[in-house]
């Protein structure tokens, strides 16, 4: 299978409402990141994680690299929140980031 | 503060023509470098990525080469394009060593080719 899997590939949210993304690996992963793209394509760094858990503000990031997953939660949607959000694991020191599939995310006013 | 400056914006060009595209990182010295590209509606695929001057890794070649002429510089070229060339192109830098950590992304160029 895919080395990186992510889900939901689409999903849409009131404003307000509350949801969380998640990355599968077939792999043991050494870190993940999380990602943000806006509809200009650009790519923001949301997280960086070598384990546990990150917050900043309304976000929330966990990764465990034994179950091999990552999840992005996302508490109290806004409407900038809006755009394609994308995982992107390491899977040794390599400098290679393989990407998930993204998941576009609607927020609804 | 870190700045990362790519160029063209956007390029429209013909199937054999050669291509250029430029990345230029400043307030960092001895970055990781590194070249994804994206296709319409896709996922991002890492294409080069380079540790210091003068050192290139390949990861996914696609008929694209890249050079790291000054610490600072990262450029993507090709003699010859192909239309499956056409997507989005993205240099990031990262804070350098053996991983791909916490990358910064510049705000990339939209290539078409016909």
């Known amino acids: 299978g895919m080395p990186v899997e992510q889900n939901p590939p689409a999903l849409s949210l009131y404003e307000g409402a509350d949801s969380g993304l998640r990355c599968n690996f077939s792999?043991?992963?050494?870190?993940v990141q999380w990602f943000q793209q806006n509809h200009r394509g650009r790519l923001i760094t949301l997280f960086y994680l070598a384990q546990g858990t990150k917050e900043n503000g309304r976000l929330k990031s966990t990764f465990n690299s034994k179950e091999r997953y990552s999840t992005l939660h996302i508490k109290d949607a806004q409407l900038e929140d809006s755009g394609t959000y994308f995982c992107a694991a390491e899977a040794g020191g390599n400098n290679k980031l393989t990407f998930g599939q993204g998941t576009v995310l609607s927020v609804i006013p | 503060a870190q700045t990362i400056h790519q160029w063209p914006v956007a390029e429209i060009k013909a199937v054999g023509s050669p291509l250029s595209l430029g990345c230029t990182i400043k307030g960092k010295s001895s970055p990781n470098l590194y070249w994804y590209w994206q296709a319409t509606g896709g996922t991002l695929q890492q294409l080069f990525y380079s540790i210091t001057v003068g050192q290139v890794e390949s990861v996914v070649q696609l008929n694209l080469s890249a050079s790291r002429p000054k610490d600072d510089q990262f450029i993507l070229s090709t003699e010859k394009l192909l239309l499956s060339h056409s997507g989005f192109y993205l240099c990031?830098?990262?804070?350098?060593?053996?991983?791909?950590?916490?990358?910064?992304f510049g705000s990339g160029t939209r290539l078409t080719v016909l």
């Open positions: 792999t043991t992963m050494k870190s």
């Open positions: 990031a830098w990262g804070l350098g060593g053996r991983s791909a950590e916490t990358l910064y």
